[in-house]
């Protein structure tokens, strides 16, 4: 069994900042695409940022020069920097991993999700 777990979520004002961290943890094997997503209340989840095992990042349009994806591969752990937040920012935060563990090692990665952490910027 394969686990993610984020952290760093909270409150804050707009214009200010918050790192979020997802750690996974179990058989691990490999881990390829690693990324975050959100979900804010009333809307469906989208992608805001993904990141390869080579530390190739894309964003989504509202997010670019605001926030950084990076992760340590050591650890298991990807990072979401997020910077000069907006209220439109505010939502749930998934972490999501493509993992193959080590009683499939064979198979393609399969998609593991965060429980999520909440991100509320308001004043």
């Known amino acids: 069994q394969v686990q993610l777990v984020e952290s760093g979520g909270g409150l804050v004002q707009p214009g200010g900042s918050l790192r979020l961290t997802c750690a996974a943890s179990?058989?691990?094997?490999?881990?390829?695409?690693m990324g975050w997503y959100r979900q804010a209340p009333g809307k469906q989840r989208e992608l805001v940022a993904t990141i390869t095992g080579g530390g190739s990042a894309n964003y989504a349009d509202a997010v670019k020069g605001r926030f950084t994806i990076s992760r340590d591969n050591a650890k298991n752990t990807v990072y979401l920097q997020m910077n000069s937040l907006k209220p439109e920012d505010t939502a749930v935060y998934y972490c999501n991993a493509g993992v193959v563990d080590y009683a499939s090692w064979y198979r393609p990665p399969k998609d593991y999700w965060g429980q999520g952490t909440q991100v509320t910027v308001s004043s």
């Open positions: 179990g058989s691990i094997f490999s881990i390829n695409v």
